[in-house]
T-cell receptor, first 113, second 112 residues
């Protein structure tokens, strides 16, 4: 079956370290993949988009990689801060999605001071 | 530019009732998507509208319906509410070809 997976367990990281979140997918040929941040009780906020022909994308302390061979995207937050604590969602747009994004369940990130 | 707005923010209904939720997209955005989010299921796609036409629909029963108006504002309706419909309902609007979503704050629906 088609699915997109993120670590269901919370990720605890010490402040200042790099946090790395994983998004794996099967049976899709994504045109691109997106990462969002969601705080409790609020809607997700778009962070980064990476296309299938891009290996890496950066924005300030954020970096996303996309490996279509491994069917995996990694999301990195360098010099992590307690304010980075949130749930991070990945979403992919399959080539034949007909305008529907496929969402992962999200990984809760906790940055400890 | 104002963000996506949703009304109401909180709603309490009883089983069997119906509910209508409203979403106003970012000005200029013609695509509006609706999602249901629950702790166990994550974000589940309900439907997407573009220029008043439903372009895609998720795997939800016919009790869930929606529409979009000429000004791109959208409503979704849930009839014959069930306890399992309790969730955060999120609306997102989109402009670009890469389908980047801008979400509203959501409507928290509680069915008693």
């Amino acid at each position: 079956s088609q699915k997109i997976e993120q670590n269901s367990e919370a990720l605890n990281i010490q402040e200042g370290k790099t946090a790395t979140l994983t998004c794996n997918y099967t049976n899709y040929s994504p045109a691109y993949l997106q990462w969002y941040r969601q705080d409790p009780g609020r809607g997700p906020v778009f962070l980064l988009l990476i296309r299938e022909n891009e290996k890496e994308k950066r924005k300030e302390r954020l970096k996303v990689t996309f490996d279509t061979t491994l069917k995996q995207s990694l999301f990195h937050i360098t010099a992590s801060q307690p304010a980075d604590s949130a749930t991070y969602l990945c979403a992919l747009d399959p080539v034949d999605s007909n305008y529907q994004l496929i969402w992962g369940a999200g990984t809760k990130l906790i940055i400890k001071p | 530019k104002a963000g996506v707005t949703q009304t109401p923010r909180y709603l309490i209904k009883t089983r069997g009732q119906q509910v209508t939720l409203s979403c106003s997209p970012i000005s200029g955005h013609r695509s509006v998507s609706w999602y249901q989010q629950t702790p166990g299921q994550g974000l589940q796609f309900l439907f997407e509208y573009f220029s008043e036409t439903q372009r895609n629909k998720g795997n939800f029963p016919g009790r869930f319906s929606g529409r979009q108006f000429s000004n791109s504002r959208s409503e979704m309706n849930v009839s014959t509410l069930e306890l399992g419909d309790s969730a955060l309902y999120l609306c997102a609007s989109s402009l670009g070809e890469y389908n980047e979503q801008f979400f509203g704050p959501g409507t928290r629906l509680t069915v008693l």
